[in-house]
């Protein structure tokens, strides 16, 4: 089988290494890849992940039989519809349905219809309003969030009402917002696969949000995760699929909006159980780079089961192993960085113990490698335990070298003593 990845991260080059390892996957192509996906299969440059008349044109170019998308966004700019239209099997879900991430309002809405535990949230539209229930709840904890995508920027917690007031006055400019109660407790990333009419639960795993040790300074897009948690034991996980990943596929089959792909589900565990933060449509960055290395099932063989609707009768197989992910920032970031400093030669790991994935990074003609973004590379560690696994992941991090690189030196260190 012949596969389109569109994505350009680590996550897309997680899913590629993956695909990479399967006895039925033929050749892998990547729109556009990173200089890490260059390696595993071909990337093809200049095809745009959100343009979706270049990559029909690479699908017929290259005889692709599936395409796997890695980001939000082509999703929600309907590139999947375009696909589907074109009756290729493709995993990420369409436009409709990928209002579940890409409108907070959209998810809420869901949330509430399907009665699945989530925190109160009243939507808003306009100033006035906004500003008056704010002044009326002085004080309170509260949770902002513009309705639309904003690639992790669109979410405000604070108790100072001014602070409130002026970002939610600024979202309520082009878009309409959600303002929540804010939940107290710890959070947890559960995945599961769908081939639309059945679903697979993966592996629980958390990931890091903030720059610094010690969870502390500005959010980030992700700087680590660990796989599994060992917090969300047997007992709390069966209590997370019955509350909440039971309920959400039987609403997402009554709306008509079941897909093939994953739900990724945001979750609050309170003192009154589990409860939805949020709801992604694709797999997390980054998650992915801890969760896929541990499915030991075939990745092809799970791609073709949920395109053949056959998911219900395939036995996902894990790796006994635990998994810890490093991200390795440019000098500066989450604020402004610069891209286009050249990267060491890497050396890569044996991957019993890590595998490092480029997450942006481009090369030129000579094959040098430059960074193009903040995030640059994860380092994923393998072990018998999360101790075990950060250690392999803190091992090798030094293999990845460039001027002004940084990473948190804490992954994983709150889940084991
Ligand atoms: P979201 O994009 O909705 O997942 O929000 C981003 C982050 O904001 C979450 O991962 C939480 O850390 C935090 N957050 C969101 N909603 C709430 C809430 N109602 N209570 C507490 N924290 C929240
Ligand atoms: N790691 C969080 C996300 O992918 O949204």
């Known amino acids: 089988m012949k596969v389109l990845v569109v994505g350009s991260g680590a996550r897309e080059h997680a899913v590629t290494w993956l695909l990479s390892k399967s006895k039925i996957i033929t050749s892998i192509y990547i729109a556009e890849g990173n200089a890490g996906t260059a390696l595993l299969g071909r990337n093809l440059t200049g095809v745009s992940p959100l343009d979706a008349g270049a990559i029909l044109a690479a699908i017929k170019e290259h005889q692709i039989d599936w395409v796997v998308v890695g980001p939000e966004a082509p999703c929600a700019e309907g590139v999947v519809d375009a696909i589907q239209e074109a009756g290729i099997p493709v995993f990420g879900p369409n436009q409709s349905a990928a209002q579940l991430e890409s409108s907070k309002l959209y998810s809420k809405q869901f949330l509430k219809a399907h009665k699945i535990p989530t925190a109160a949230g009243i939507e808003f539209f306009s100033a006035g309003e906004f500003e008056s229930y704010i002044l009326s709840n002085r004080d309170k904890k509260m949770v902002i969030k513009k309705n639309g995508l904003a690639a992790g920027k669109g979410v405000l ?40 009419k059945d679903y697979k639960l993966l592996l629980p795993c958390a990931d890091y949000k903030k720059a610094n040790d010690g969870d502390i300074g500005p959010n980030t897009g992700g700087m680590g995760s660990v796989c599994p948690v060992p917090k969300v034991d047997g007992s709390l996980m069966k209590k997370i699929e019955n509350d909440i990943v039971a309920p959400t596929f039987a609403g997402l089959e009554k709306d008509g909006i079941g897909y093939k792909g994953i739900v990724y589900f945001g979750i609050m565990v309170t003192k009154d159980g589990p409860k939805v933060l949020e709801y992604n449509i694709r797999f997390g960055d980054p998650e992915a780079q801890v969760l896929l290395p541990l499915i030991k099932t075939d990745f092809g063989e799970i791609l073709k089961a949920i395109f053949e609707e056959k998911l219900g009768s395939l036995k996902i197989e ?19 960085y610069e891209k286009g400093i050249p990267v060491m030669p890497i050396e890569a790991p044996d991957e019993n113990e890590a595998v490092i994935f480029h997450a942006s990074t481009y090369f030129s003609s000579a094959k040098d490698v430059f960074t193009g973004g903040g995030r640059c590379f994860t380092v994923s560690g393998f072990g018998k335990d999360l101790k075990a696994a950060a250690a392999n992941a803190y091992k090798h991090i030094d293999k990845v070298r460039f001027i002004g690189a940084w990473y948190r030196k804490d992954i994983g260190r709150k889940f084991y003593n």
Do not use: C, Q, R
């Open 318 to 336: 894990f790796h006994k192993k635990a998994a810890v992910t490093v991200v390795v920032a440019a000098d500066g970031y989450p604020g402004n």
């Open 157 to 196: 917690e604070s108790s100072d009402t001014m602070e409130l007031i002026d970002f939610g006055k600024n979202v309520l400019h082009d878009d309409s917002l959600l303002v929540e109660e804010f939940l107290e407790g710890w959070e947890t990333s559960v995945f599961a696969l769908t081939d639309g």
